[in-house]
């Protein structure tokens, strides 16, 4: 392995870990670090029964790493001793799994405090023996990441039963437990119809960007990375036409613009290259993509018809049905 190669890998892995700072992700700063000063209100006795925070955006629009990000960078948040050597856990952050069920969820977070959770007991003791665990440790901010996870089936009284869930970890005794939910928005429908759930929540929305209208967004981003990784920006990738390219190949979310820019500046220093070039994320829309060349939205000539979700239509097209057996014909 040469010197160079160990250098490009240096480069990938400190690029990849690093957080590229956007507008939302300012915001989203501000808006977590007012909701832990309305948390240490409510234990002081004051603040009000907004005590959720949503946010809500798309797949790939950076929400879960920017607030990962956001909630890595507070002080406070981080588990400490006590005077009395016991395990203080202000803030406790779970990603919800697709299979997990709202007891699955109470077992496991049981689990991550300490304490024991068994299949055995049912879902109301469990949450109560939650509750209680929650106040013990100290936990004044709970995330749950994709929350839309426990929305099983989508039916009325699912949804229903989830706000309740939700709403019942907002009345815990003596103590005022801040609720984190980021998702999909599948989220949305628990703070739609009945106000319950809207009137103790603020909320929060990750939008995809568009172009024309966010093309200095993007400029802003592609800059920011390739200057990270020592590259300059070809001129081409300035104009309306690519921008607009780029949005279109990513679905205008962030967290999936980010990651391809960076792939196609480390193809670029893979090559040697000073500049990172439209060529490059041709190369990776291709791969990531699998999209015939024609239909490469970064070349094609019709891209603005092309849809990035059907990019591999042309293979479902080729589903061949099974043929009949013909019955032979009676002499």
């Not at 948040?77 to 050597?85: G, I, S, V």
């Not at 999909?184 to 939008?207: A, K, W």
């Not at 990738?237 to 196609?264: C, H, N, Q, Y």
């Not at 670029?268 to 024609?294: I, M, N, W």
Request: hydrophobic residues 35%.
């Amino acid at each position: 392995m040469t010197n160079k190669s160990e250098e490009l890998r240096a480069l990938r892995v400190r690029e990849s870990s690093r957080i590229v700072s956007t507008p939302l992700t300012k915001h989203l700063r501000v808006r977590v670090e007012e909701f832990w000063e309305h948390a240490k209100d409510c234990l002081a006795g004051g603040g009000s029964r907004r005590r959720t925070l949503a946010i809500i955006g798309e797949s790939g629009t950076g929400k879960s790493t920017a607030l990962k990000h956001v909630l890595d960078s507070f002080d406070e948040f981080k588990p400490y001793l006590n005077e009395h050597n016991e395990t203080i856990i202000p803030m406790l952050s779970v990603e919800v799994e697709y299979t997990n069920t709202p007891k699955d969820l109470a077992i496991r977070i049981l689990r991550m405090l300490g304490a024991d959770g068994s299949y055995r007991s049912n879902e109301t003791v469990l949450y109560d023996e939650l509750k209680n665990q929650l106040r013990a440790s100290g936990t004044i901010l709970l995330h749950l990441d994709e929350a839309q996870h426990l929305k099983k089936g989508g039916s009325s009284h699912a949804v229903m039963g989830l706000k309740d869930r939700f709403k019942s970890f907002l009345v815990i005794e003596n103590w005022p437990l801040h609720l984190i939910l980021s998702g999909v928005e599948d989220l949305s429908e628990l703070f739609t119809g009945d106000q319950q759930m809207p009137n103790r929540s603020n909320l929060m929305r990750f939008d995809t960007l568009s172009s024309p209208a966010d093309n200095k967004r993007v400029q802003e981003i592609l800059a920011d990375i390739a200057a990270n990784c020592g590259l300059e920006v070809d001129k081409a990738l300035s104009t309306d036409d690519f921008l607009g390219r780029l949005v279109k190949a990513t679905g205008g979310g962030i967290g999936t613009m980010i990651e391809m820019a960076r792939a196609a500046c480390f193809k670029a220093l893979s090559k040697g290259h000073v500049a990172v070039t439209a060529k490059d994320f041709e190369f990776v829309y291709g791969r990531t993509s699998g999209s015939l060349p024609s239909e490469n939205i970064i070349t094609a000539k019709a891209w603005v018809d092309l849809d990035r979700s059907n990019a591999l239509i042309d293979l479902v097209s080729k589903t061949v049905e099974p043929k009949r057996s013909r019955k032979k014909a009676s002499k």
